[in-house]
Nanobody
């Protein structure tokens, strides 16, 4: 079965950086979409970034504004989210998601388009 395991969340100061990792197993990592979404209590989950592991096509939420970079290492079955210039409003639980096609659609950021999710990793910026 598909398993996604996130890591890398931490508490950092405003302006700091973090790199989140998502290790995938149980399916063919190539030719799939990997995405990061985030959620804070009382709010809906929102798409942060996505990448197609074969096409290397990337998408970002408008609020990212060039601060985050998504990447994928097919040799390690791992997706990354490099986050720089972090702000307090970036504080959230960050989730990794996988799907064959979701990131290729216009509504790539819609969490319901992804059929596999990890447990999340907490990012706190103060």
């Amino acid at each position: 079965h598909v398993q996604l395991v996130e890591s890398g969340g931490d508490s950092v100061q405003t302006g700091g950086s973090l790199r989140l990792s998502c290790v995938a197993s149980g399916y063919t990592f190539n030719e799939h979409c990997m995405a990061w979404s985030r959620q804070t209590p009382g709010k809906e989950r929102e798409g942060v970034a996505s990448i197609h592991t074969s096409a290397s096509r990337t998408r970002y939420g408008d609020f990212v504004k060039g601060r985050f970079t998504i990447s994928a290492d097919t040799a390690k079955n791992t997706a990354y989210l490099q986050m720089d210039r972090l702000q307090p409003e970036d504080t959230a639980m960050y989730y990794c998601a996988a799907d064959r096609l979701a990131c290729l659609r216009d509504n790539w950021a819609e969490p319901r388009g992804y059929n596999s999710w990890g447990q999340g990793t907490q990012v706190t910026v103060s």
